[in-house]
């Protein structure tokens, strides 16, 4: 399989888009997203020295996006657009240091209002409180940790000492639990496979946020000894993805064995792409372990490294089997199209499309143009033309968190002629840049501020 990002945009759709002659009741629907996930890492990616054959295999019966970006590279920001449909700034989530503020519309909330159960099971990483935790935001149910990345085993936070003391963090909706020792990403998988078959009869809604394979690194043995070959830091990388894939095809037993996996809507996203962060690394280096392939930059750049992530829906009722879809997509437009799938209204002052028709007939995408603001940075992609500003590449290099310099400071790129954006076109198409910077601009001034 040629995976070079220049293949993923000249391809056409794999098969006719025609939607389903008969249309289905209201699906269940299931929103999976992995944590730090490599542009790259998995099988029907093209990564060869991973073991991904049940997310592979969902993806095949489903519609795989070229061109699946995040609304940030960082985690927060990109889960509160996932769950509300907004920009992060808009959502009031701009970085990882902020809780999405009760009375803003979720997923949840919104599709509750349409007689569905919800729950969410691992990553919340959008505040603690009453009011800010799952359970303030629309979820019936809640099993997972506040916090931004826990101990896969004891279940504890101990990244801010001695700013912030060590602390344990798992919790069943607003009790803490202790489970010791219990592998989380198996825990996941556990929590939601019980669920749904415990809501068989009733339409239902779960966010399943796989902290995996966010640091630290931990994986258990078994999955461990399917890597014999790998580096260490790959090794435990692919063996902490292939207990999710695990869960995943667990999670698609369940759908099956409850008679529902015709007829429920999944989408499958990463957060934001990998990490070089030395806490995920060996020996306080630099972390090798995830790959973002030819993409430029990593966790937390506006590069497409940092946020032009793994995306697939499946919804084998409505959506045509094994498609690739080039039209542009992210993450805040989940919500929008959810809504429209389960009939629940979409709530007031949503930024993201409702993709449902360009994702079950081919019909074209909504989007004219994208936009991200991040720590600085500010990008735009308007079909082939990504115009990045103050980019920084979290790289590798010890200055790899400083802005670019000089003419870098602003670089435009063709993704369809250089997917890695490795030259800076800003000089030979100069009326492009002034065009892309006042749009960006407009856009930047347009933003809506959270209520």
Not at 68 to 74: D, F, G, L
Not at 217 to 225: E, L, R, T
Not at 314 to 343: E, F, H, V, Y
């Amino acid at each position: 399989m040629d995976t070079t990002r220049r293949n993923f945009i000249a391809g056409g759709l794999a098969s006719p888009m025609l939607a389903s002659a008969a249309a289905p009741g209201r699906p269940n629907v299931l929103v999976v997203v992995l944590d730090d996930l490599g542009c790259h890492d998995l099988g029907y990616l093209g990564a060869d020295d991973l073991k991904t054959p049940n997310i592979d295999a969902i993806a095949e019966r489903g519609l795989k996006f070229r061109n699946w970006y995040s609304n940030a590279p960082v985690c927060a920001p990109a889960r509160s657009s996932i769950l509300t449909g907004r920009f992060p700034a808009s959502a009031g989530v701009p970085d990882n240091g902020s809780a999405l503020a009760n009375g803003i519309a979720t997923i949840a909330s919104a599709v509750k209002s349409a007689a569905y159960r919800t729950a969410c099971f691992g990553k919340w990483h959008l505040g603690n409180t009453d009011r800010t935790a799952p359970t303030g935001h629309g979820f019936d149910y809640f099993h997972g940790f506040h916090s931004g990345c826990v101990d896969y085993y004891s279940h504890r936070y101990y990244w801010g000492e001695p700013r912030v003391p060590n602390y344990h963090d798992l919790w069943r909706n607003r009790t803490e639990i202790f489970e010791d020792g219990r592998y989380l990403t198996e825990r996941i998988t556990e929590e939601a496979v019980d669920y749904i078959g415990r809501n068989r009869n009733n339409p239902f809604f779960a966010y399943i946020a796989y902290n995996a394979p966010h640091y630290p690194m931990h994986a258990p043995d078994k999955y461990k000894a399917w890597f014999p070959g790998l580096a260490p830091e790959r090794l435990t990388y692919a063996a902490m993805i292939a207990a999710v894939d695990d869960g995943v095809g667990r999670i698609r037993g369940a759908l099956e064995a409850a008679g529902l996996a015709e007829n429920t809507l999944m989408f499958f996203i990463g957060d934001n792409g990998a990490t070089v962060e030395k806490r995920a690394g060996l020996d306080g280096n630099f972390a090798t372990a995830g790959s973002n392939g030819i993409f430029k930059g990593f966790k937390f750049s506006l590069f497409e490294g940092g946020m032009h992530v793994p995306g697939f829906v499946s919804w084998p009722a409505r959506i045509p089997r094994g498609a690739w879809m080039d039209q542009l997509a992210m993450s805040m437009d989940i919500l929008p199209t959810i809504c429209k799938a389960t009939g629940a209204d979409v709530p007031p002052r949503v930024d993201g499309s409702d993709i449902l028709d360009t994702i079950v007939s081919g019909a074209p995408s909504p989007h004219k143009a994208l936009y991200w603001s991040q720590g600085g940075q500010l990008a735009t992609r308007r079909g082939p033309w990504k115009l990045v500003v103050n980019g920084r590449l979290y790289d590798r290099r010890p200055d790899g968190d400083k802005p670019l310099e000089g003419e870098d400071a602003v670089w435009l790129s063709n993704l369809d002629e250089d997917p890695g954006e490795t030259r800076n076109l800003r000089r030979q198409h100069a009326n492009l840049v002034d065009e892309l910077l006042t749009e960006l601009e407009r856009w930047r001034e347009a933003l809506r501020k959270p209520e």
